[in-house]
């Protein structure tokens, strides 16, 4: 038998913790403490790049679930839809004399 503790599976983010900066930062300071007291348990001090590793990973875990988050799908489909748009509209502009001599006309009837 180890004397290492057992680590708890992290905690998924919650949709309302990822929803503004402030919110994320409370959430992930709460989770970091957590983690770092559960790394310390009274005995040596941590380093610095301890505290820093468990920053990074759970900034990484921030980042996923802002990415996976039906807000973020939703945000990323109106970025989408309106950057295809822009594109689709400069090319239209683009040879837009060359298909009206074959025939293209401005609307459809």
């Given amino acids: 038998m180890t004397d290492k503790p057992e680590r708890k599976v992290a905690q998924p983010y919650s949709p309302e913790e990822i929803l503004s900066f ?25 380093s610095v790049e301890q505290v820093n590793e468990v920053i990074a990973s759970e900034w990484q875990r921030v980042k996923d679930a802002v990415r996976s988050s039906p807000a973020a799908r939703e945000a990323f489909r109106k970025y989408l839809e309106r950057t295809v748009s822009e594109q689709i509209e400069k090319l239209m502009k683009e040879d837009k004399t060359e298909l009206e001599s074959l025939g293209v006309v401005e609307k459809s009837l």
């Fill in 22 to 46: 402030d919110r994320i930062r409370r959430a992930m300071t709460s989770r970091v403490l957590d983690r770092i007291e559960e790394l310390w348990q009274g005995k040596q001090p941590i």
